[in-house]
């Protein structure tokens, strides 16, 4: 005898309001259904994120430390947007960016070994490797080969193509839209700007990053909740070693958000605030593990800079600020911040880069210490990694299309949101158009 297949109904009952004391509870357009993933497996919804969200909001893509002086730059690959970018520091000391693309035959302007890779450097001028074209490191051209052979051409015609490009608080942030709808300030809005951070003292930066095959926001959202670390880095995590969070499960401490990002806030673990056995012999020795250095850095004071642990929660530990729609900051209570970017390269393929920030260190046990808190942070999101690598695989087969997000996973059920908001308001805007 076989049983009746029956698709369970429970997707398309009614939710109810969420319940008072709850987070969601403050967000009523965020509602309590389950949410479809179809937006993460969809080639053509990719398609309509390159220019609903990567080609109209503003992305983060350095820090004003990678061009020091006047002629320092960087390329930036931009899959998502079909483009490669040159962020160069001009003579005048502005940052700006351009399209890496010859105004002659097109070459891609500025790279190494490989076209495809990224490069950074120091330069007067960008040649092009083809015919010679020269340009300033304001864009301008300045010289063309043979330039009495072609027909009425004025260089000053023929500059690099500008990208919009502003500084907050020494990130840069670049805008492929003609013209940007709203300024950096206020795509940024209140709550990401009132952050004023030191950023400038942490000059030591460590950097990775993983390709990866899963959709950027099914990656992103592993990142933007603490409901999975008692159970997927219940091993590796010190403070998620405790039985008590494998059984019971963590809590967020503050969720917050304020127009297209969002932030949460979760108690400490960093500092080897808990009972020794919970720390490997490695841990204990360089008083550094999962969460960093645990020695408070020289930029700890008796206040938090402003903006950060925007709840003003007692025993704060972090911030992890998701700045819509690919770029996250994560502040430690023991003075040091990480970045992490989410670069979509197909629907089901990204590029993560991780970047950790600290302090010079003064000595070398200070040294270790870094390290030491890099290489774990880099085989804990290994874990997530090859978890995400498998729930794109479970939700490509769409076997099941409505998926139930708790309280804890409201950052998720929001980013969803955001997106689906963003590319349902380009096409309005495209139909009329
Ligand atoms: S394509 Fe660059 S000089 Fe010809
Ligand atoms: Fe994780």
Known sequence: MTQSLKVPKSAARQHPKPPEGTWTEHYPELDTAPVSYENSIS?????LEREAIFKRAWLNVGRVEQVPRAGSFFTKELAIAKTSLIIVRGKDAEVRAFHNVCRHRGNKLVWTDHPAEEVC???????CKYHGWTY??????????QEGEFFGIDKGDYGLVPVHCDVWQGFIFVNLAEEPEQTLTEFLGPMITAIDYPFEKL??????????????????????????????????????????????????SHFQIDGPHRVGSTTGGAGGKLVPEFYNPSEQLFRSGLFGPWDPSEIVGDALPPGLNPGNKKGWGLDSFQIFPNFAIVFWETGWYLTYHYWPVAHDRLIFEANAYFTPPRNVRERLAQH??????????LEDCGTLEATQMGLESRAVTAFPLGDQELMCRHLNKV????????QKKHTEG
């Open 203 to 252: 000059t030591q930066r460590y950097y990775y990053r993983g390709d990866i095959n899963s959709n950027w926001k099914i990656f992103l959202d592993a990142f933007q909740e603490f409901y999975h670390p008692p159970i997927l880095h219940g091993h590796q995590n010190p403070v998620m070693r405790q039985t008590d969070y494998q059984d019971k499960g963590f809590y967020t």
């Open 43 to 47: 080639p053509e919804f990719f398609e």
């Open 121 to 127: 450097g120091t330069t007067r001028k960008f040649a």
């Open 419 to 426: 997106v689906d908001t963003w590319v349902a308001d380009y």
């Open 372 to 381: 030491l808190g890099i290489a774990t942070i880099k085989e804990y999101a």
């Open 136 to 145: 300033e490191l304001d864009g301008r051209c300045s010289f063309i080969l």
